[in-house]
Nanobody, 124 residues
Framework: QVQLVESGGGLVQAGGSLRLSCAAS???????MGWFRQAPGKEREFVAS????????DYADSVKGRFTISRDNAKATVYLQMNSLKPEDTAVYYC??????????????????WGQGTQVTVSS
């Protein structure tokens, strides 16, 4: 199976930046990858996604203009650059590998594999 290993989370002040990384191993495909997040007491929500050819990206309205998703296919790694962080961005962030034929990228049910999650805390 696929294993997704995340890193880069931590504590940052409001207005600061963090860069999350997700390294994939195992049996992988040239499929869409993404990031979701989950705050305490809330459901896991979509953050961003990117396809294999890096020709298509999607962002949640709450992060558009502040976050940037990217990938290095040679390294099988996906990144999430987070700028202008707000306290409301505090959550556990999860890397995701979508199903081969997924279209509804904002739904957790379209995800085949999840990372273990990395904590991002934004202080005010």
């Amino acid at each position: 199976q696929v294993q997704l290993v995340e890193s880069g989370g931590g504590l940052v002040q409001a207005g600061g930046s963090l860069r999350l990384s997700c390294a994939a191993s195992g049996r992988t495909f040239r499929v869409r990858m993404g990031w979701f997040r989950q705050a305490p007491g809330k459901e896991r929500e979509f953050v961003a996604s990117i396809n294999w050819s890096i020709s298509s990206t999607d962002y949640a309205d709450s992060v558009k203009g502040r976050f940037t998703i990217s990938r290095d296919n040679a390294k099988a790694t996906v990144y999430l650059q987070m700028n202008s962080l707000k306290p409301e961005d505090t959550a556990v962030y999860y890397c995701a590998q979508y199903r081969l034929t997924t279209t509804a990228v904002r739904l957790t049910t379209t995800v085949d594999y999840w990372g273990q999650g990395t904590q991002v805390t934004v202080s005010s």
